[in-house]
């Protein structure tokens, strides 16, 4: 088999990829390890920047995004039993976007059924060949069988645990990390969301986030021990934990129900320099983590794919520079995105290990936030993102 390009990983960044590919007439194969029902069932981000939309729309999948997406214009930061409006539009000009990424992959998913471009699900044993050589492949399994696909150019998109980067020689590649001691323990319930806008919560208890998917369907996060296993959360303990964080007239308007979906995901900052070796670029999850706190990981997938899509249609015009300053274009927002999410991390959870003058300079820090309009709007500026 041959194509131009081939996708590994089917999750938001290989699928928008190979649309974006799809449309500009760049043959491609996407290749993904999971079945589609299995990337649908994984509940993670929920809010978009205004450049990620932008993206979606050129890739033709803006319809349900505009129809049935929940525009915010500003989001609430509790603390010490009060709660205080970031006015995001009125700082910034801008608003963020509340759209599950279960919908987008579901819109992907049928942009590229339509497409008639191939996708192998449920591939065995992905690896990736001759990265530096004129004709790099990749090899799978399937069906007892193993199947070659020779290319151009390969795109890692297979999120944090893929083989892409992995497969990257050592004295190549310089990767920073940060790990955090705690991670975020989500429910998803067919319930009103407690407040039209998202709440996020610092409390000594630990974080908590309020947000939603739809006008019945709420989104909420606690912050959990790393040892916690999701067994022994029941339904009720989660609503109990996050009653008890959130200020008495939130916790009053709290409507609970039976859980569809609960997960633990640990916290990390990630990022892996550069981003590409010979023919295969790495985009998304697959090159760099953010924490969630700042919402940033699924926007900053999508920038990686518009550069990456621009500079491959350059290239099969005959114009490289795109191509060849792929890694410095994202690089550069991708530490903006770091620093922001490591800094609103820290700001809102609680860290075993700090005692009451760390905790007393959070919320110094807090305060800050709220009586200085400068401070308000450099969060509201990061918050609704970077200009593309
Ligand atoms: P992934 O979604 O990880 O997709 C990678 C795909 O590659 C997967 O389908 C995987 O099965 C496949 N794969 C892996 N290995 C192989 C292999 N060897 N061969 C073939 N295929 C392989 N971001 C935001 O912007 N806003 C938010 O509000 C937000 N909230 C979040 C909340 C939580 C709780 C979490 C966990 C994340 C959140 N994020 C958020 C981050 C966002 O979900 C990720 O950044 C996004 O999923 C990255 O997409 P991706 O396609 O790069 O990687
Ligand atoms: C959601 C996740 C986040 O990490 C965040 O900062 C805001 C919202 C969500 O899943 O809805």
């Known amino acids: 088999m041959r194509t131009q390009v081939v996708i590994v990983g089917a999750g938001p960044s ?9 449309k500009a007439g760049i043959d491609n194969m996407l290749v993904e390890q999971r079945s589609g029902e299995y990337v649908l069932g994984r509940i993670r981000a929920g809010v978009l920047e205004q450049g990620a939309v932008d993206m979606l729309d050129e890739a033709g999948v803006g319809a349900r995004l505009h129809a049935e997406g929940l525009v915010h214009g500003g989001i609430e930061i509790s603390w010490a039993g009060g709660r205080h409006r970031i006015d995001l539009h009125g700082l910034t000009g801008k608003r963020v976007m509340v759209y599950g990424q279960t919908e987008i992959t579901r819109d992907l998913m049928h942009l590229r ?8 699900y449920e591939a065995e044993s992905v690896s990736v060949h001759d990265i530096d050589g004129a004709r790099p492949s990749v090899r799978y399994h399937k069906d007892g069988q193993t199947h070659t696909i020779e290319c151009d150019f390969i795109a890692g998109c297979d999120g944090f645990h893929g083989v892409c980067r992995a497969s990257v020689p050592k004295d190549r590649i310089t990767l920073h990390e940060k790990v955090y001691p705690f991670g975020w323990l ?15 919560v610092n409390h000594e208890r630990g974080f908590g986030l309020c947000s939603m998917r739809s006008r019945t369907r709420s989104r909420y996060y606690v912050q959990c021990s790393l040892d916690d296993r999701i067994e022994q959360w029941s339904d009720q303990a989660f609503w109990n934990e996050l009653r008890a964080r959130l200020p008495a007239d939130a916790a009053a308007s709290l409507v609970t129900g039976p859980s569809l979906e609960k997960s633990i995901a640990p916290l990390r900052s990630f990022v892996a320099e550069p981003m590409r070796f010979g023919r295969l670029f790495l985009a998304g999850d697959a090159a760099h983590i953010v924490p969630p706190t700042g919402a940033k990981g699924l926007n900053l997938a999508a920038t990686d794919v518009g550069y990456l899509g621009q500079g491959l249609i350059g290239h099969y015009k ?4 795109d191509l060849d300053r792929y890694s410095e274009r994202c690089l550069r927002r991708i530490w903006r995105a770091e620093r922001f999410s490591w800094w609103m991390t820290s700001l809102m959870h609680t860290f075993p290990t700090s005692g009451s003058f760390d905790r007393k300079v959070q919320l110094a820090e807090l305060d800050y936030l709220v009586h200085s309009e400068a401070a308000a709007r450099a969060l509201a500026e990061n918050y609704v993102g970077l200009p593309m």
């Open 186 to 200: 989500g429910l998803l319930a067919d319930v009103p969301p407690l407040s039209h806008e998202l709440i996020y």
């Open 318 to 321: 005959g114009q490289p520079a």
């Open 14 to 22: 290989g699928l928008l990829l190979g649309g974006l590919l799809s």
């Open 113 to 120: 059924e339509g497409s008639g471009r191939p996708t192998v």
